[in-house]
C-alpha cells in the first residue's frame, strides 16, 4: 500500500541541478505538511526541508538557499529543486509526512518507501 512515489534522482556533477517530485494521495495534501529527506548507509535519515499545508518552508542549514521545496495541490505532488549540487548532497532522497498518533508527531517505520537515488560526482 505504497502512498508516496519519488523520483527524479539521477547522476549530476559538482553543480549541476535535479528536481525531485513525490506524487502522493490527494487525503495525503488535504491538511499535511510534507518533508524531503536524505539517508546515507550507515547514517540516520535527516530532514532537508519540509513545507507546510499553507506553504511555508524550513531547510536544513546545509541546503539553504540550494534547494527549494514547493508543493502542487492540484496534482498533490511535492518538489525538491536542487541546485548547486555537491558531492555531499549523495544519499537516497526520500519524501514523507508526520502522523499524529497518540498526540505524538511521528513518521511510521515502515511508511518509508524506496527513495530516489541522488549522486553527485566531483
Known amino acids: 500500500q505504497v502512498q508516496l512515489v519519488e523520483s527524479g534522482g539521477g547522476l549530476v556533477q559538482a553543480g549541476g541541478s535535479l528536481r525531485l517530485s513525490c506524487a502522493a494521495s490527494?487525503?495525503?495534501?488535504?491538511?499535511?505538511?510534507m518533508g524531503w529527506y536524505r539517508q546515507v548507509p550507515g547514517n540516520q535519515r535527516e530532514l532537508v526541508a519540509s513545507?507546510?499545508?499553507?506553504?511555508?518552508?524550513n531547510y536544513a542549514d546545509s541546503v539553504k538557499g540550494r534547494f527549494t521545496i514547493s508543493r502542487d495541490n492540484a496534482k498533490n505532488t511535492v518538489y525538491l529543486q536542487m541546485n548547486s549540487l555537491k558531492p555531499e548532497d549523495t544519499a537516497v532522497y526520500y519524501c514523507?509526512?508526520?502522523?499524529?498518533?497518540?498526540?505524538?508527531?511521528?513518521?511510521?517505520?515502515?511508511?518509508w518507501g524506496q527513495g530516489t537515488q541522488v549522486t553527485v560526482s566531483s
Open positions: 514523507n509526512y508526520p502522523r499524529l498518533s497518540s498526540r505524538e508527531w511521528v513518521i511510521p517505520h515502515d511508511s
Open positions: 513545507i507546510t499545508s499553507t506553504g511555508n518552508t
Open positions: 490527494r487525503s495525503i495534501f488535504s491538511s499535511n505538511a
